[in-house]
């Protein structure tokens, strides 16, 4: 069990109880017990949002809930633009005229509301004390051709960043991290979600027509399929390449290494990224603007794995980025089930550089629970 010292006198102790399942639900629906109304009840925080910074949690005899410790720096909690990792209130307020419906639908039907939740573990494995610790790590974008990230809660002191493409990255610092300690850090996102793609002008199209590491688009091999699968508009060339991608490669099992479009080609067929490898640089070879895109795909509020985590392919036609999925076999829909938290280049113009999710600066393991 973690240790996490003396408590200063700002220490919250938190019953975290989902109101779906928790003992209070037949209360609150009942309104009013003791003078309190059903928005007075949900006001007071139960179960709304998890707010820990280094929190350790304890076994409760309530069916199984814990109690969360919450370290927080006294910042505003309240509001968004505070350094500090607290509670933040919900996009949604409760005091909106338009709060956000259980079903994750806003009044708008081509829009949808998503909560998705993860954790980051991060261990110290040394016997001694780690000082100056950095963790950079992708949350999902903050405006894409789909999506807008409307609010960002993480349980820990914090910065947010965002680079000239778009991501958002939060950023941890831990200045002194003691032996064998292991921190737990949750994270919530708020992302509105939209079934048809914005239209935006493409400012730099060559930043996405070009080869790159895993995308040989000038191998002679993909140059020449990409000839043969060339129709006169790009909406149908890209559409070609999506079935030829869909039909010709078959599933291979998870390969920790990206070995790219390439050896989709020779081998004919690979993981998730190989099929998107493949996909961008038969669209690149044709002039059409494509990248590869990671994240993760549902229809529905989620607490997010690690092992979820998927790669896909978006091209640029019609005055919009636009979904290529042959994986899982989604051409342009269901777009608006597809949360975004990286674009594939050869070095993202930020921190985390090359890599795929995350970069620690010290001796700290991390992982994506």
Same mark, same amino acid.
């Given at each position: 069990?973690?240790?996490?010292?003396?408590?200063?006198?700002?220490?919250?102790?938190?019953?975290?109880?989902? &109101?779906?399942?928790?003992?209070? /639900?037949?209360?609150?629906? %009942?309104?009013?017990?003791?003078?309190?109304?059903?928005?007075? $009840?949900?006001?007071?925080?139960?179960? #709304?949002?998890?707010?820990?910074?280094?929190? /350790?949690?304890?076994?409760?005899?309530?069916?199984?809930?814990?109690?969360? &410790?919450?370290?927080?720096?006294?910042?505003?909690?309240?509001? +968004?633009? *505070? %350094?500090?990792?607290?509670?933040?209130?919900?996009?949604? *307020?409760?005091?909106?005229?338009?709060?956000?419906?259980?079903?994750?639908?806003?009044?708008?039907?081509?829009?949808?509301?998503?909560?998705?939740?993860?954790?980051? *573990?991060?261990?110290? +494995?040394?016997?001694?004390? #780690?000082?100056?610790?950095?963790?950079?790590?992708?949350?999902?974008?903050?405006?894409?051709?789909?999506?807008?990230?409307?609010?960002?809660?993480?349980?820990?002191?914090?910065?947010?960043?965002?680079?000239? &493409?778009? @991501?958002?990255?939060?950023?941890?610092?831990?200045?002194?991290?003691?032996?064998?300690?292991?921190?737990?850090?949750?994270?919530? =996102?708020?992302?509105?979600?939209?079934?048809?793609?914005?239209? /935006?002008?493409?400012?730099?199209?060559?930043?996405? #027509?070009? =080869?790159?590491?895993?995308?040989?688009?000038?191998?002679?091999?993909?140059?020449?399929?990409?000839?043969?699968?060339?129709?006169?508009?790009?909406?149908?060339?890209?559409?070609?390449?999506?079935?030829?991608?869909?039909?010709?490669?078959? @599933?291979?099992?998870?390969?920790?290494?990206?070995?790219?479009?390439?050896?989709?080609?020779?081998?004919?067929?690979?993981? $998730?990224?190989?099929?998107? $490898?493949?996909?961008?640089?038969?669209? %690149?070879?044709?002039?059409?603007?494509?990248? %590869?895109?990671?994240?993760?795909?549902?229809?529905?509020?989620?607490? #997010?794995?690690?092992?979820?985590?998927?790669?896909?392919?978006?091209?640029?036609?019609?005055?919009?980025?636009?979904?290529?999925?042959?994986?899982?076999?989604?051409?342009?829909?269901?777009?608006?089930?597809?949360?975004?938290?990286?674009?594939?280049?050869?070095?993202?113009?930020?921190?985390?550089?090359?890599?795929?999710?995350?970069?620690?600066?010290?001796?700290?393991?991390?992982?994506?629970?």
């Amino acid at each position: 069990m973690d240790s996490i010292g003396p408590w200063p006198e700002e220490t919250e102790v938190r019953l975290m109880i989902p &109101i779906g399942k928790s003992p209070l /639900t037949p209360l609150l629906q %009942r309104g009013e017990p003791n003078g309190m109304s059903r928005r007075d $009840c949900l006001k007071t925080g139960v179960a #709304l949002f998890a707010s820990v910074a280094f929190k /350790t949690a304890y076994p409760f005899p309530m069916g199984g809930y814990a109690v969360e &410790i919450n370290r927080h720096s006294g910042r505003d909690r309240r509001n +968004p633009d *505070s %350094r500090d990792g607290g509670v933040q209130e919900h996009p949604c *307020s409760l005091d909106s005229g338009d709060p956000c419906r259980n079903d994750g639908e806003t009044s708008n039907p081509t829009n949808t509301h998503r909560q998705l939740r993860f954790t980051v *573990s991060l261990a110290n +494995p040394k016997p001694h004390e #780690l000082q100056s610790q950095t963790l950079w790590l992708y949350v999902p974008v903050a405006e894409g051709p789909t999506q807008q990230l409307a609010a960002l809660t993480v349980s820990m002191l914090h910065e947010r960043l965002t680079d000239a &493409i778009g @991501h958002a990255i939060v950023k941890l610092d831990f200045p002194k991290f003691p032996p064998f300690a292991t921190k737990l850090v949750s994270i919530t =996102a708020h992302v509105l979600l939209t079934r048809e793609p914005v239209s /935006t002008p493409l400012q730099n199209p060559q930043d996405w #027509l070009g =080869a790159e590491h895993f995308v040989e688009t000038n191998d002679p091999r993909i140059q020449q399929l990409a000839a043969e699968l060339k129709h006169p508009t790009d909406r149908e060339t890209a559409e070609s390449i999506y079935a030829w991608t869909r039909g010709n490669l078959h @599933h291979t099992a998870y390969a920790a290494d990206v070995l790219g479009a390439l050896d989709a080609l020779r081998r004919g067929g690979g993981d $998730c990224t190989e099929y998107a $490898c493949l996909a961008i640089a038969l669209a %690149r070879a044709n002039g059409i603007p494509a990248r %590869r895109v990671g994240g993760f795909v549902t229809d529905h509020d989620s607490v #997010l794995r690690a092992a979820d985590y998927h790669d896909w392919a978006e091209v640029y036609f019609d005055g919009a980025w636009r979904l290529l999925d042959a994986h899982k076999g989604h051409w342009l829909e269901p777009a608006g089930q597809y949360v975004a938290f990286r674009h594939g280049r050869d070095e993202a113009p930020n921190p985390i550089g090359r890599s795929q999710r995350f970069r620690v600066l010290g001796e700290l393991e991390v992982r994506l629970m």
